[in-house]
């Protein structure tokens, strides 16, 4: 059973900084592409950046370009975002998915419909 569990969410200030986590199990994550897409109350579900598992590629949203860094650790098949110069309009819930990268080609997307894990989800909250 694939499990994809996010931590390090929380409240941090304005230009402040947090790293994210995700634990992914179940699975061999060999050829998989791992985003995170965000949340905000009220609003639909947007792309963050994604990264290939095994060739470490990456993809950016432009809003956040500069700031967050996606990487992966193999050995411990684990994904982080580290999350600098963060502003209040980063403040959703962050979640990890996970998608086959071949089923498209290597080519990355933000359509989160194309992602077949999902976790539950990590609050993120940026005070002003």
């Known amino acids: 059973q694939v499990q994809l569990v996010e931590s390090g969410g929380g409240l941090v200030q304005a230009g402040g900084s947090l790293r994210l986590s995700c634990a992914a199990s179940g699975r061999s994550f060999s050829g998989y592409d791992m985003g995170w897409f965000r949340q905000a109350p009220g609003k639909e579900r947007e792309f963050v950046v994604a990264?290939?598992?095994?060739?470490?590629?990456?993809y950016y949203a432009d809003s956040v370009k500069g700031r967050f860094t996606i990487s992966r650790d193999s050995y411990k098949n684990t994904v982080y975002l580290q999350m600098n110069s963060l502003k209040p309009e980063d403040t959703a819930v962050y979640y990890c998915?996970?998608?086959?990268?071949?089923?498209?080609?290597?080519?990355?997307?933000?359509?989160?419909?194309?992602?077949?894990?999902w976790g539950q989800g990590t609050p993120v909250t940026v005070s002003s």
């Open positions: 990264i290939s598992w095994s060739y470490g590629n990456t």
């Open positions: 998915a996970a998608r086959y990268g071949p089923r498209y080609g290597g080519r990355f997307s933000g359509r989160d419909f194309e992602y077949d894990y």
